[in-house]
């Protein structure tokens, strides 16, 4: 007998305020036959606020492996499953993605149950460019790879959203002012909740205010994008075609190509003899 899979539901759940989860969420929660928590204790009390009896397992980064197998052992075998994360939408700068992964390669339906998520309540919120962003999650602690993360971002056009804990955030505030420069940022502080609070200033201003205001509270930085260069990138040809003009107007062949090569990033060999051969001289 061909046993048919269950299905794996993907629920949003409250960022803060229970109001927000949503009847179908509600409904869903409700008739799976058990439910996979990020933290069991924090979705016990989601659960318990709506009367909702369902057994619940445990499934966060240090058990994700063996929870992905023991639960796509129970969907293959005809249960369905809700997973859902602390607060928002699960498997989003979450464990719970590997188990969406290996439920998609075994054939198991995956289906949403779209409820809050702060990523996009905070861009909302800002009044930054929202036609097209970037969510980069939460900085590393190492401080080497906090700072090869911030400087790949230094040329980023799209306005950026990064999550931060209250013990870490002036730290962070400090390293992308020192990386990206003064940049317009909105500080989202308790979304939904009680003493919810959008702070829109600059990164140096925001870095000032957390030095003399202890910060309390879980964040969401958004970030404006860097200001697309107003000059467009020269082609290599366009670059030897600078450097001879720049030997023509008196600096040495030497000069001038280290003067090209600093403002558009080619090689000052390459075009230094680009340059010579359009000229008609030898090196």
Do not use: W
Request: net charge negative; proline share 5%.
């Amino acid at each position: 007998m061909t046993i048919t899979p269950g299905t794996l539901y993907l629920v949003g759940t409250p960022i803060g305020n229970l109001g927000d989860l949503s009847p179908r969420a509600l409904e869903t929660l409700s008739k799976v036959d058990f439910i996979a928590a990020e933290d069991t204790r924090v979705s016990m009390k989601l659960l318990n606020h709506f009367d909702i009896k369902k057994p619940l397992v445990s499934c966060h980064e240090h058990n994700i492996r063996e929870a992905s197998q023991s639960i796509t052992v129970r969907l293959l075998a005809g249960e369905d499953c809700a997973i859902v994360t602390d607060a928002g939408m699960p498997c989003i700068s979450d464990p719970g993605e590997q188990l969406v992964d290996a439920c998609h390669k075994l054939g198991i339906p995956v289906l949403s149950v779209p409820g809050p998520t702060a990523i996009a309540t905070a861009v909302a919120l800002s009044g930054l460019a929202t036609a097209r962003f970037t969510f980069e999650g939460f900085l590393s602690v190492n401080k080497s790879s906090r700072m090869e993360h911030l400087q790949s971002l230094k040329n980023e056009t799209r306005t950026m959203v990064f999550y931060e804990a209250p013990h870490k955030l002036l730290r962070t505030l400090e390293g992308l002012l020192a990386v990206l420069g003064d940049r317009e940022i909105a500080v989202c502080r308790e979304l939904t909740k009680l003493h919810e609070e959008t702070r829109r200033t600059t990164l140096s201003e925001a870095a000032a205010y957390y030095r003399d205001n202890s910060p309390r509270g879980e964040f969401v930085l958004v970030i404006a994008g860097a200001k697309p260069s107003e000059e467009p990138e020269l082609t290599f040809e366009e670059a030897a075609e600078l450097t001879r003009r720049r030997m023509e107007e008196g600096l040495s062949p030497t000069m001038a190509a280290k003067e090209v090569a600093r403002a558009t990033g080619y090689k000052k060999g390459d075009h230094y003899r680009a340059a010579l051969e359009a000229s008609g001289e030898e090196e």
